[in-house]
T-cell receptor
């Protein structure tokens, strides 16, 4: 089945640690995105990538980093510089930048 | 600056009671407006794309419409399984997608 797979579903991080969230898609989509969702709020764009080996900062990129070495994969690293990392993280992909996006099931990150 | 606002924040309906959700927007160049459904703890599920004013799309009990300033998601005779948060998202000239904060819909049996 084609789709987007995020892992893990739940992640706990100690303060000061970096953690990496995985996102893999087999839809052959060029564009991929990372969003953050806080309770009662909409989705805010962290990073996006239009094509392999290229990515751009979104609206809230500080404290996060990404890579796009393969078309299928777009991992997100939450660094210790991110002051309030506890949130629900969503990865998405689309055929082209800005088009209809399809989402993974999310990773809930909690800082302990 | 492109903006999108959804209302109401929350809506409680009785089963079978039809209603509409609103998505108001301002954009310099509309390329598309999306509607998504999101269940608790899950990723959004794509519902519709509308590209130009006057366009309508339907799926089961849902119908999405678009004007030059807003979009409506009409829900006809809803059932409890329609309970979810409904998100609209704006695709403007900058190619970024801007999401509204959503409407939490609850349908009582």
């Amino acid at each position: 089945d084609g789709g987007i797979t995020q892992s893990p579903k739940y992640l706990f991080r100690k303060e000061g640690q970096n953690v990496t969230l995985s996102c893999e898609q087999n839809l052959n989509h060029d564009a991929m995105y990372w969003y953050r969702q806080d309770p009662g709020q909409g989705l805010r764009l962290i990073y996006y990538s239009q094509i392999v080996n290229d990515f751009q900062k979104g609206d809230i990129a500080e404290g996060y980093s990404v890579s796009r070495e393969k078309k299928e994969s777009f991992p997100l690293t939450v660094t210790s510089a991110q002051k309030n990392p506890t949130a629900f993280y969503l990865c998405a992909s689309s055929i082209e930048l800005g088009g209809e996006a399809f989402f993974g099931q999310g990773t809930r990150l909690t800082v302990v | 600056e492109d903006q999108v606002t959804q209302s109401p924040e929350a809506l409680r309906l009785q089963e079978g009671e039809s209603s509409s959700l609103n998505c108001s927007y301002t954009v310099s160049g509309l390329r598309g407006l999306f509607w998504y459904r999101q269940d608790p703890g899950k990723g959004p599920e794509f519902l519709f794309t509308l590209y130009s004013a006057g366009e309508e799309k339907e799926k089961e009990r849902l119908k999405a419409t678009l004007t030059k300033k807003e979009s409506f998601l009409h829900i006809t005779a809803p059932k409890p399984e329609d309970s979810a948060t409904y998100l609209c998202a704006l695709w403007g000239s900058a190619s970024k997608i801007i999401f509204g904060s959503g409407t939490r819909l609850s349908i009582r049996p």
